[in-house]
């Protein structure tokens, strides 16, 4: 045996050892990241389950009116660009809103649509909407694209539930 043989041995041995330990890590990294992405899904407003729109409810959309639409601009530290639409929303109805979905529709100069984005505004997060009352609103919009052409969007009713 020559000098400085079983340090080299050792050292060997504990090769397999840091790689295993090393792709252990990774694996509960990934692992990590995968469920995160799927408890964001889940939550998020566009996972919302397709409301009713039938013919009562389209008759009833008619009283259901959005009202001081604002819009900012923000970009966050990661230079990513969001776009907030807010507003209120009015149920000049006599029914009250268990739940409601619209659709938002961004247009270009030459009014062709560019951008379409669906959300549920009323749930069993935020309440219901009772008959009379007002509901402040907002949605978020990762991605605005630079045709847009500077004016409000189109917001209708795509879905409701009604007592």
């Given amino acids: 045996m020559e000098p400085g043989e079983s340090s080299y041995r050792e050292d060997r041995n504990r090769l397999p050892v840091a790689f295993a330990a090393g792709a252990i890590i990774v694996l509960i990294l990934l692992g990590g990241l995968f469920l995160l992405t799927r408890v964001m899904q889940s939550h998020s407003p566009s996972a919302a389950v397709k409301l009713p729109f039938g013919a009562e409810e389209q008759v009833y959309a008619e009283r ?17 660009d969001f776009t907030y639409v807010a507003g209120t929303i009015s149920n000049d109805g006599d ?27 009323i749930g069993p997060d935020t309440g219901p909407l009772a008959a009379g009352q007002r509901h402040d609103f907002q949605m978020t919009l990762e991605h605005l694209p630079a045709t847009w052409n500077h004016e409000n969007p189109a917001i209708r009713v795509t879905g409701l539930i009604l007592d």
């Fill in 64 to 80: 259901i009116h959005f009202r001081d639409i604002q819009l900012a601009h923000a970009t966050n530290f990661l230079n990513q």
């Fill in 95 to 121: 029914r009250t809103v268990r739940a409601l979905g619209i659709t938002v529709e961004f247009h270009d100069p030459f009014n062709q649509l560019i951008l379409r984005e669906s959300q549920q505004l």
